[in-house]
């Protein structure tokens, strides 16, 4: 069965820390990746997929097919980036999300 | 440009009783979708249309009917709530399938007592 998992529900790191949000994922065939960002009261929004190798607003993800892994990494974090994540994986239109990691960060 | 509009934001229901919320996108995508979330469980898809005219069944599609006659629109029907479907509807839509980004409704909240 599709399953996408995120181990931590809750992520709290101080301001100029590094932070990584897990995200681990099983699925027949190789989906395509997403993570998703919703920030407080404002609808859920791509924060960056896999497909377009990019950095946004400072976050990488980097795709592990060996360990079926997509882990969303920022060296240094700041206080605007507290938020809820979601990583997405989608295959053959069918796109599971993660059960969600709450990133708070500190002053 | 409103992009994904959902109504209604905010429903209050009693068991048996029925509604429909709607879904309409302003940017000619062809796929919709609708999801609810629920605490602790994040996102999961319950039908989803690929184009006008065509509905298909995603995670957790029992209780739920969903219409896709026009294009922008996408409808989903509770004929008869029940308390389990409690809980926050999102609406989105995409260009395309797999390498599209989803495009976001702000949800609705719909509560059955």
């Known amino acids: 069965a599709q399953r996408v998992t995120q181990p931590e529900k809750l992520l709290s790191v101080f301001k100029g820390a590094p932070v990584e949000l897990k995200c681990n994922y099983s699925?027949?065939?190789?989906?395509?990746l997403f993570w998703y960002v919703q920030y407080s009261r404002q609808r859920l929004q791509l924060l960056l997929r896999?497909?377009s190798r990019e950095s946004i607003k400072g976050f990488t993800a980097d795709l592990n097919k060996g360990e079926t892994s997509f882990h969303l990494k920022k060296p240094f974090a700041q206080e605007e980036d507290s938020a809820m994540y979601y990583c997405?994986?989608?295959?053959?239109?069918?796109?599971?999300f993660g059960a969600g990691t709450r990133l708070t960060v500190k002053p | 440009n409103a992009g994904v509009t959902q109504t209604p934001k905010f429903r209050v229901l009693k068991t048996g009783q029925s509604m429909t919320l709607l879904c309409a996108q302003d940017?000619?995508?062809?796929?919709m979708y609708w999801y609810r979330q629920d605490p602790g469980m994040g996102l999961r898809l319950i039908h989803y249309?690929?184009?006008?005219?065509?509905?298909a069944k995603g995670e957790v599609p029992d209780g739920y009917n969903v219409s896709r006659l026009k294009k922008q629109n996408f409808l989903l029907g509770l004929e008869s709530a029940a308390p389990s479907q409690t809980s926050v509807y999102f609406c989105?839509?995409?260009?395309?399938?797999?390498?599209?980004?989803?495009?976001f409704g702000n949800g609705t909240r719909l509560t059955v007592t």
């Open positions: 989105a839509s995409s260009y395309s399938g797999e390498n599209s980004p989803l495009h």
């Open positions: 699925y027949s065939g190789s989906p395509e």
């Open positions: 896999h497909i």
């Open positions: 997405a994986p989608i295959h053959n239109n069918d796109m599971r």
């Open positions: 940017m000619n995508h062809e796929y």
């Open positions: 249309s690929v184009g006008e005219g065509t509905t």
